[in-house]
């Protein structure tokens, strides 16, 4: 897959998470994606658990939004980092929102199969959002280790 096609596919999952559009984010992904969140050990593999991770996040923080800020290409494969700021305002894995703000800096790798992603996998520092969020730290550990247990 070339550059320019794989950052139409990346901005059209990007303005499909803006828009909060389920049904487009899933559009942009094969069918047996994954939405993988290193920091919490945790993988969503198939659209309906990836729906299922989305709707979490954006439960959590209602105003999720990163900052793409740069991009790097191999083959086949796109990685894009920048900002990512957000507020807690919900259940997060269980865990009762802490209401604060965060900034903390990301990284996203999306490998592309068949025209869309693969997947993507999300890098962050979840201490420092959950510092800056207000949210209890332990108890989002303790919630993704129970959740990655199944």
Known sequence: MDRDEMIRVFETHRAAEAARDYDAILATFVADCYLETAPLGLRSEGRAAARAAYQGYFTAFPDLRPDDQGRAFGDDVIV??????????????????????????????????????????????LA??????GVDLAAIRTAAAARARG
């Open 80 to 125: 894009v980092w920048g900002m990512l700021r957000g507020t807690s305002g919900g259940d997060w894995l269980g865990v009762p929102p802490g209401g604060g703000t965060f900034e903390v800096p990301f990284a996203n790798v999306a490998p592309f199969r068949e025209g869309r992603m693969a997947g993507e996998t999300i890098y962050f520092d």
């Open 128 to 133: 420092t959002l959950c510092e800056q969020a």
